[in-house]
């Protein structure tokens, strides 16, 4: 066994270790908590460069996997094993993890310069990294469990990390109590699972549940309605993926998450923990698949995954069309994460672990460059977040408006030179050859034209026309009016330090760059995934399915960035209270995509009031069944006690209370002989003598 | 009457003196006074049951009274102690007004 799988557990441990050493630290230890932090990452990173050159060069002869599991803890006559596992998958998330981890991490510097719950927050920011390493290398769906648990806890503590605004407090909570809605599915599977096959390891050597002997027995046992136990349990682990990432019908934690501050959305809500939701679908793809009609290109066709599709598409333009009436710079790029997501799922489902975990890949890049300039971008305009507030950014925030541009044209898909075209091309394509239906590919195409209408509606809003962030200073009065035009420089957005645009630089780089691993003409993503062989071959671009698609997938990206420009770009909003262009022609639909299909209010209605009615049910029992039982019970015993009180004092005590008396008493009385006078004794002493010795005589005559 | 006879009626007498005075006299000397008398009395007893007994010669009772006289010796020393001690702390040596141990 090569010494990086024995090592790999160190990945995770080392984060875990710099939050325990950050929460015991004094408070201010402002540069050993990010150095603890950020070195743990650097460190994970360098580690996970390892392990990922031991997966490659296996090409050709199936895919390199090693497991290291060991006995965790004795249920009756059973262990309980946790391990871990390299393999691609795992060596490509860690990468992802680490590094986009790092650069965020080195990006929080920044701006969480002036918290001062500082320490606090890269505490949970190690200790999220901690869960989220922890559910990338677990072998086992019980490490896994532990893991997806600590990073729904750290989400938690992060959304809420100002907790002192109840917004942000209540989007906390919201996002936990949603997620554990998925949780529970997630349980409920792996515990049938466990019940089904004897075990959670992942691989184990042919005994693990996702290897040919568990999958085969797991097929043929049938459940309700004649489905195979394995579809049960595909279909109850993805309703944890589901409430992890964000799909419809549990996507409305997501954009209220980003009451958190700009690094975890970021970190979390792009990069890293709702892709765990993805990942796991693409870890327990063998269940998914097995049993599965192979199509005509070699992609499974199996019930689970027919459902993950169409969550996967409806979540695709169900979030894209939202995002195009949302003015928070943040909500657009939440509702654009739930979007991508969608995409993620479908990849998965149409197209197998390569295609969805490619989108993941250079999602993450892009995504997290998106939020980390929007980061610099709010930094810069002073803690604001509507869009229809700034303006005219380019200007003012050269290097951000440039990074924010690469990100953008990544997300739209642009042709040829950003990664997220070639990444969602593969995912249009794989669903084009879908044989179960054409509608995915459809909702798919009409995402994507929406994905590049609201990128380019907010960069036109963010970075071009005028700034219009004084309106309201200078709207406040006329007085104060030559005073603001003196102090207005002051208030003017300003670019960030380097140690935010420098890690934005970075991932830049990368949302272009990433691409060229996975284009159809050189899959090395897809092999390095599989372990097939590929090889470099320029003609597939231009394969008549391959060229037509991507012509039309272009198109579909043009338009979409030509509409955006042509509504918002070319004819500039001049004040913030003006309204937007699609509001004036379609006040109906705006409203309704503003509102984002009024599913907050839905479920309020439904969910929520059947929550709240059962909530006053149990409390109506609570006070009057089994609080008068309890009254009950309370009367009774007050009763027994009362008799018992006064059989104590009018039976038991009497007679002793009597007797103690009569010996107080007693004991009063012979006192009263100690007179205290020494004489007196003698006398008695003498007259005793005398009656002593008469008795004596007497007593011998007689 | 024969000398033994004598004897025990003095010494008889001597007690039943030393006893009157120390059952009724108020001052606390004069109460040790009479004690010695009857300390005396006993000593009184030892050497006529002595001389008069059945070994003379053996000289047994006059030891007896050199002890007795000794320790009554150290015993009057630890009264006297005892009395002025009693008159520092109440000022007084009145028997009657010694009644600590009242119960």
């Known amino acids: 066994m090569i010494w990086i799988v024995k090592n790999l557990w160190l990945i995770p441990v080392l984060p875990l270790f710099a939050a325990g050493i950050i929460a015991v630290n004094k408070q201010p230890a402002r540069k050993l908590a990010a150095t603890l932090a950020i070195g743990s990452m650097a460190l994970g990173f ?30 009756g006559g059973q262990w309980m094993d946790i391990g871990w596992v390299l393999d691609p998958l795992t060596a490509i998330m860690l990468m992802m993890v680490t590094f986009v981890g790092m650069l965020i991490f080195i990006f929080s510097v920044g701006y969480m310069a002036h918290d001062e719950n500082f320490m606090r927050f890269f505490c949970f920011l190690a200790l999220f990294a901690a869960g989220m390493l922890g559910v990338v290398i677990a072998n086992n769906l019980f490490l896994f469990f532990v893991s997806w648990e600590i990073v729904g806890l750290t989400s938690y503590l992060l959304i809420g990390f100002w907790y002192h605004k109840p917004s942000a407090a209540a989007a906390a909570k919201k996002a936990f109590i949603t997620t554990r809605i998925g949780d529970l599915g997630l349980l409920l599977g792996m515990v049938w699972l466990y019940a089904e096959t004897g075990t959670l390891n992942f691989y184990d050597g042919g005994k693990g549940c996702l290897e040919s002997g568990a999958l085969a027995t797991m097929l043929t046992h049938a459940t309700i309605g004649g489905m195979a136990v394995s579809t049960m349990i595909g279909l109850l682990i993805f309703l944890g993926a589901v409430g992890k990432s964000g799909q419809v019908p549990l996507h409305v934690w ?94 998965l489902g149409v197209g197998g672990v390569a295609v969805g975990m490619f989108h993941l890949i250079t999602h993450a890049f892009f995504k997290a460059l998106l939020f980390l300039g929007s980061g610099s971008v709010i930094h810069g305009c002073h803690e604001e977040q509507d869009v229809r507030k700034m303006g005219g950014l380019k200007k003012y925030m050269p290097v951000t408006f440039a990074v924010y541009a690469v990100g953008m044209l990544a997300l739209a898909g642009f042709p040829l030179f950003f990664s997220g075209f070639w990444s969602k091309d593969e995912i249009l394509h794989s669903a084009h050859n879908w044989p179960v239906s054409h509608i995915p590919f459809l909702l798919g195409c009409t995402g994507a034209l929406f994905t590049a209408f609201y990128m380019t509606r907010q960069v036109a809003l963010v970075f071009f026309g005028s700034y219009r962030g004084h309106e309201e200073k200078s709207a406040h009065g006329h007085s104060a009016h030559a005073h603001s035009h003196s102090s207005e420089s002051s208030h ?103 509102n984002k299909y009024f599913i907050d209010e839905i479920y309020e209605a439904t969910v929520i009031r059947f929550n709240a009615f059962a909530a006053w049910l149990c409390d109506f029992a609570d006070q009057w069944i089994f609080g008068g039982a309890v009254l009950l019970v309370k009367y009774i015993t007050v009763g027994l006690a009362w008799l018992y009180r006064l059989t104590d004092e009018y039976f038991v ?25 020494v004489q007196t004794y003698l006398r008695v002493i003498g007259v005793a003598l005398v009656a002593l010795i008469i008795f004596l005589i007497w007593g011998r005559k007689a | 009457m024969t000398p033994l006879q004598g004897c025990l009626l003095v010494s008889a007498l001597l007690f039943a003196i030393g006893f009157a005075g120390a059952v009724t006299r108020r001052h606390a000397i004069l109460a040790l006074v009479g004690i010695e008398l009857m300390l005396n009395a006993a000593n009184l007893n030892f050497i006529a049951f002595w001389r008069y007994g059945a070994h003379p010669e053996a000289l047994t009772g006059v030891m007896f009274v050199i002890f007795s006289i000794a320790i009554a010796a150290a015993e009057a020393a630890v009264g006297l102690a005892l009395i002025i001690a009693i008159y520092r702390h109440k000022k007084t040596s009145n028997l009657d007004e010694v009644k600590e141990l009242k119960g």
């Open chain 1, 46 to 75: 360098l580690l996970s460069l390892c392990a990922f050159a031991a997966t490659l060069g296996h090409h050709g002869d199936g895919v390199f996997r090693e497991v290291f599991s060991f006995p965790w803890i004795q249920f």
């Open chain 1, 653 to 677: 005590n009497l007679g002793f209370d009597t007797g103690c008396e009569a010996l107080r008493e007693g004991g009063g009385g012979l006192s009263k002989l100690h007179t205290g006078r």
């Open chain 1, 492 to 594: 003017d957005p300003h670019e960030s330090p380097a140690v935010m645009t420098v890690p934005l630089i970075i991932l830049a780089g990368f949302a272009i760059l990433l691409g060229f691993v996975g284009t159809p003409a050189w899959p090395w993503f897809d092999g390095y995934l599989t372990g097939e062989e590929f090889k470099f071959d320029f003609s597939k671009l231009t394969e008549p399915g391959t060229l037509g698609l991507m012509l039309a997938s272009a198109a579909i990206v043009f338009t979409g960035l030509g509409l955006g420009w042509f509504l918002y770009g070319k004819r500039q909003r001049k004040t913030v209270a003006e309204k937007d262009v699609l509001e004036a022609a379609q006040p109906f639909i705006y409203k309704l995509l503003e």
């Open chain 1, 254 to 347: 997501l954009p209220d998450a980003m009451e958190g501050p700009t690094p975890v959305s970021a970190l979390i809500h792009a990069a890293t923990m709702v892709a765990a939701g993805v990942f796991l679908v693409a870890r327990v793809y063998p269940l998914m698949s097995v049993g599965g009609i192979i199509g005509a290109h070699g992609v499974p066709v199996t019930t689970s995954l027919t459902v993950i599709t169409w969550v996967g598409a409806i979540t695709a333009i169900f979030a894209a069309s939202i995002a195009v009436a949302q003015n928070d710079i943040k909500r657009i790029l939440a509702y654009s994460t739930v979007s991508q997501l969608g995409y993620m799922m479908m990849g």
